[in-house]
């Protein structure tokens, strides 16, 4: 209803009625051209009670203008004489001042137009020709102009027509002036023609064509476009969506669409639907939607609405885009993410295990990078270099404060570390330094040094500091008694032995008794000797440093040995003595001073616990890669319940304990001797009938050679 | 005494068992020098030229592990018999005396002095 009070006629019978804000031009070739649409044009404004302002050219002057305005229209003069319609030239309007500038023609517009409006005219009709145009510049420069009137006019009650001269346009400056233009009016065998229909039908098919490249779009793309009424409701078509899901149109009718939706997403995308429709705001959301195979795939849904120029909602339309395949990648990030987290709290649990791990080592312990930066450590270093984990933590391991002597305080050079062997050489270093820190004695370590390989790379080092102190200390103690028992107590014993020697060699000026006192003294001399040489023996053993002579040797020859040693007890109480052995028995590889302790050992005692007479035994054989010692004695024999502690220290049975002479050492140093090699020990025995001592030795000592072959 | 006497060194450093084993061998017809430490005892070696020389292990200031060394260093020194007479009796020692090259290793207190003398005079191939 609006619109149509605000139509104004514009006397231009292809024209008709048109509301204000109207902008539109005309291609003349004559002048009769011009005037053809000119004249009739203002005659309407002028008895319609608008202003009217026509701007002329050199083409039909502003007399020529006035000429035929009276001409044709009887009281033009009067209308004239108003003041309701100004004719003048363009350079009074256009060029005023020498120039053409948009900004202040289209001001001086608006201001014709607001006077207008002041002095009581319904609105502003004009025209204006662009004749004086000559150049480039000007004619883009009046495009723009044209342009921007376009941008403004709706706010005005102007109406405007432009005349071209179709001769001057070339073919771009007439596209520029028709789409600078709501319509343009063309003379086409001699009747005037509003192109806009032409215009119009053209854009339609641009449109269409617009329209088709979107639906190929759609197709590629995968997305499903719709529409429906204000209400939600589908009404149209929408191709896609039933291409896609299968259903037909009757299926999608109203909220049939719907019933493509997941089962489980529908309720959802309802509410949603509704809340959106309410509130008129445009619409997201994900659902599954069901394909004609019945599988569902996962869409992104927009809509929007669109509106009438009152604000109600014309229709809705949208988009389903299919995003399965970024929903399944979702998926699988997701998986992948939980998957990490995962991964990082086990990584995380190691590491509090490592931590807890490296806390309860006893030993110093630093990891090292390749440059021998410490990247880890525990608690127990802060004691042994004195210095705190945090200050120790990035430092590297070849400053000053981690430095190394040897047992005399000479700094060891970072070459000859152990770090150093495991980073290029790859191999675990080791060996005994010493760390030293101001105030404090210098503490010995054990250093065990070994390379953290990754891809066949030394990528850092583990060292392990273990305190010595206290070894060093036994150690150190152990030598001493060794030395003060070896050398301080026997030394003096030595000497008594010697010169109750010496007193023998000349004995004819003593006394019987005198003979047996001196006899008495060298035996427990003698005694005292063994006494020692036991102890010896037995700390060694214990000491684990009882030293091994690995050679070749034939025990037989062992074996005769220890029995020349013996010949004076053999001799004095007449034992019968064989020894037993056969071709068999050839030099072999063995410890040869433990196969002496042990014939030694079990020689003696069997003379020693064999009555004058009685018999010995010595067997020597091989057998199942074994060397076989036995000694059979005709001897006063073992009680059965002192058998199972023989071989026990310092243990003697009741039946020897104040009748003999003994340590209760031997049997203890010869057990722990043949352990070491591998070998057992058994014993059978009958009290007053004699005892049978069965040895077997393994023929080779693989499991300690390698060990002990270094000291040798 | 006979004119054509074998000169034994005697390198020990106990008091007691010096003349033990000085009475001991001059008795058997040896000449004996005696030396109480190991500096001592390579003067007299290189000044004498001894037929034999009996070395004890622990003496003050160089021990005689290290004697024996620098003994056979020496162009004289290298091949005189040396008997090692001692009371360490480690494998440790022994191994490093045998080594070094010794004729044997005697433990002080269990050998007689008579199992002394006859050692020295098999190495000198002196009748016994």
Redesign the interface.
């Known amino acids: 209803m609006e619109l149509k009070h605000n139509l104004r006629k514009t006397g231009i019978d292809v024209v008709g009625d048109v509301p204000w804000g109207t902008h539109f031009c005309q291609f003349y070739e004559t002048k009769q051209d011009l005037l053809d649409v000119l004249i009739p044009y203002f005659k309407e404004g002028l008895e319609h009670h608008e202003l009217c302002v026509w701007v002329t050219s050199e083409f039909l002057t502003t007399n020529e203008a006035k000429l035929a305005m009276q001409k044709n229209m009887p009281g033009f003069s009067t209308y004239l004489k108003k003041g309701q319609i100004e004719i003048f030239p363009h350079t009074e309007w256009y060029l005023k001042g020498g120039i053409f500038e948009m900004k202040r023609v289209l001001a001086d517009w608006v201001h014709k137009h607001d006077e207008a409006l002041k002095k009581g005219f319904e609105g502003t009709r004009v025209s204006g020709n662009p004749f004086w145009i000559d150049n480039k510049k000007d004619w883009n420069d009046f495009a723009a102009y044209e342009a921007e009137i376009n941008q403004v006019i709706d706010n005005y009650k102007l109406i405007v027509l432009c005349t071209y001269s179709l001769n001057k346009c070339s073919s771009t400056e007439l596209i520029d002036v028709i789409s600078n233009h709501e319509f343009t009016l063309i003379k086409k065998k001699g009747k005037w023609t509003n192109v806009e229909s032409v215009t119009h039908s053209k854009m339609e098919e641009a449109l269409r064509k617009s329209e088709s490249r979107y639906r190929s779009h759609v197709e590629l793309t995968g997305e499903l476009a719709w529409t429906t009424n204000p209400k939600g409701e589908a009404e149209e078509d929408m191709p896609e969506w039933r291409k896609y899901t299968g259903q037909s149109f009757n299926d999608i009718q109203g909220a049939g669409w719907t019933k493509a939706l997941h089962p489980d997403d529908a309720k959802r995308v309802i509410k949603a639907w509704q809340k959106a429709i309410i509130t008129k705001r445009s619409y997201e959301i994900e659902y599954r939607l069901r394909r004609f195979d019945g599988t569902y795939h996962y869409f992104l849904v927009y809509g929007v609405p669109t509106f009438r120029e009152n604000g109600s909602i014309r229709e809705w339309v949208g988009t389903c885009i299919d995003i399965t395949r970024r929903k399944k990648m979702e998926t699988e990030l997701t998986e992948h993410a939980t998957q990490l987290e995962s991964l990082n709290r086990s990584l995380k649990e190691e590491f509090v295990k490592e931590v807890a791990l490296l806390e309860s080592i006893g030993d110093g312990v630093i990891a090292t990078d390749k440059k021998g930066h410490i990247i880890a450590l525990n608690k127990k270093t802060e004691t042994l270099f004195g210095w705190k984990t945090k200050d120790m933590m990035g430092k590297s391991l070849f400053i000053k404060g981690f430095k190394l002597t040897d047992e005399q305080g000479k700094i060891i050079p970072n070459s000859l570390r152990p770090i150093r062997l495991a980073m290029v050489t790859a191999q675990v270093g080791h060996g005994i330094y010493f760390i030293v820190r101001k105030g404090c004695k210098r503490i010995p370590v054990f250093i065990t040094s070994s390379p953290i390989i990754l891809d066949d790379k030394v990528v850092g080092a583990i060292n392990i500091y273990r305190d010595v102190s206290q070894q060093i200390a036994i150690d150190r103690a152990k030598d001493e008694f060794l030395y003060f028992a070896s050398h301080t107590l026997r030394t003096p014993l030595s000497a008594v032995a010697w010169s109750i020697e010496r007193l023998n060699e000349n004995s004819e000026g003593y006394s019987v008794k005198q003979k047996k006192a001196l006899d008495i003294i060298y035996d427990q001399t003698q005694r005292m000797i063994k006494l020692t040489n036991d102890l010896l023996d037995v700390t060694r053993m214990e000491f684990g440093i009882l030293s091994y002579k690995y050679e070749e040797t034939n025990p037989k020859k062992i074996a005769l040995d220890v029995i020349t040693d013996l010949k004076n007890q053999i001799t004095d109480k007449k034992i019968r003595f064989k020894l037993i052995s056969n071709h068999q028995i050839t030099p072999y590889h063995t410890y040869s001073n433990a196969i002496y302790i042990i014939l030694h050992n079990l020689l003696s005692n069997a003379v020693k616990f064999t009555p004058p007479g009685g018999k010995v035994n010595l067997t020597i054989a091989k057998i199942n890669q074994n060397l076989i010692l036995q000694v059979i004695d005709s001897g006063i024999g073992i009680p059965k319940s002192a058998q199972p502690k023989i071989l026990q220290k310092m243990y003697r049975a009741s039946n020897v304990k104040n009748k003999f002479e003994g340590s209760g050492l031997g049997l203890y140093i010869i057990n722990g001797i043949i352990t070491h090699m591998g070998g057992t020990i058994t014993v059978k025995s009958k009290l007053g009938r004699g005892s049978v001592f069965t040895i077997k030795l393994p023929l080779t000592l693989e499991a300690i050679q390698s060990e002990e072959r270094k000291y040798l | 005494m006979k004119i054509s006497a074998k000169k034994i060194l005697l390198i020990e450093d106990?008091g007691?068992?010096i003349d033990?084993?000085s009475?001991?061998f001059v008795n058997s017809g040896f000449k004996v020098n005696s030396a109480r430490s190991a500096e001592v005892g390579m003067k007299l070696a290189l000044q004498n030229r001894p037929d034999l020389i009996l070395l004890d292990l622990?003496l003050p200031k160089m021990d005689g592990l290290t004697m024996l060394k620098k003994l056979r260093q020496e162009r004289w020194g290298k091949y005189i018999p040396v008997i090692i007479l001692?009371?360490?009796?480690?494998?440790?020692n022994i191994?490093e005396a045998m080594k070094i090259g010794v004729y044997d290793f005697l433990?002080?207190?269990?050998v007689?002095?008579?199992d002394v003398v006859v050692e020295v005079k098999e190495v000198l191939g002196e009748p016994s």
Do not use: A, G, R
């Open positions: 106990e007691v068992l033990l084993l009475d001991t622990i001692s009371n360490l009796s480690d494998q440790k191994s433990v002080k207190s269990d007689k002095l008579s």
